[in-house]
């Protein structure tokens, strides 16, 4: 992935092919100006976040028109806000920094995404 960079300043790694996300549907969790929703957050959703969500009107859980549906433990490409929506509910999954867009610090500032890393942390 060129241009762009993770949370550690490195380039891009992808989030998951397994199931295939992104906005892209490339398995990077990159954006573009187009993407309204910024799905730059790779997430290891749990089943506190997926409940969550499913309330908030976005049913991540069941099969549809060639989305599988995510399980606890999945990895997949949140929209920014809707990371920082649950954050403030208590229930933000975790993320993979090095597959996170840094465009993510224009929405959450890095000292409180650190405790919330998968991987190293800056």
């Known amino acids: ?3 762009k960079l993770n949370l550690l300043g490195e380039p891009l790694l992808p989030c998951s092919h397994q199931p295939l996300t992104g906005y ?11 993407d309204r929703g910024r799905h730059v957050v790779c997430a290891q959703v749990t089943e506190a976040f997926l409940a969550y ?27 920014a806000l809707r990371w920082l ?3 403030e509910a208590g229930v ?10 840094q465009a993510l610090l224009s929405y ?8 919330f890393a998968l991987d190293k942390t800056i």
């Open 85 to 87: 929506e649950a954050f």
């Open 24 to 34: 892209f549907r490339d398995g990077y969790c990159r954006t573009d100006a187009q």
């Open 1 to 3: 992935m060129t241009g």
């Open 92 to 101: 933000a999954p975790p993320i993979v920094f090095a597959a996170t867009d």
């Open 53 to 79: 969500s499913k309330t908030q009107g976005n049913d991540l859980i069941t099969p549809q028109l060639g989305f599988p549906g995510l399980k606890p433990g999945d990895y997949w490409c949140l929209c």
């Open 108 to 115: 959450v500032e890095l000292k409180v995404l650190q405790s």
